[in-house]
């Protein structure tokens, strides 16, 4: 047997011991005094942490702005709906226009109960434009 087979090992050995006994007698201490003196530094942590805490601050306030744009936005979709639904909004437009007849129409729904359900089949508005044009013909074709 070789004298490197058991010197390489034995030396591979003490330098894993002398690291060891290094750590655990100097450079442990010596962290330990590092770390305790960074904890009495006033705001070592919140000067560390701050450009996290800028994109959490960022990342938040742009989903609480798309948050407030959906909620209101659902909102306003919601005061349309519950203004289509008042009953007496068609008697009003009604006696703006001076259409008597439509007039005394929504009244006796309403009386009835059947107002609302007038509301939801009559016309919507906005629809007076065109209808979609049929294509036009190829020529030479019947």
């Not at 805490?53 to 948050?67: C, G, Q, S």
């Not at 008042?86 to 007039?103: E, F, G, L, V, Y």
């Amino acid at each position: 047997m070789e004298l490197t087979q058991f010197v390489l090992p034995a030396f591979v050995a003490l330098e894993i011991l002398i690291i060891l006994a290094l750590y655990r007698y100097i450079l442990r201490d010596w962290i330990i005094e590092k770390w305790e003196a960074k904890m009495d530094e006033e705001g070592w942590l919140v000067i560390r942490l701050e450009p996290v805490i800028d994109e959490i601050e960022e990342r938040m306030h742009d989903k609480l702005e798309a948050f407030q744009k959906s909620f209101f936005g659902s909102i306003g979709a919601m005061t349309q709906k519950a203004q289509n639904l008042d009953p007496m909004k068609n008697i009003r437009k009604a006696a703006k226009d001076n259409d008597w007849t439509s007039m005394l129409v929504e009244y006796a729904a309403n009386k009835a109960g059947i107002g609302p359900l007038l509301a939801q089949n009559g016309p919507k508005e906005g629809n007076n434009g065109p209808e979609k044009a049929l294509p036009k013909p190829i020529k030479g074709l019947k």
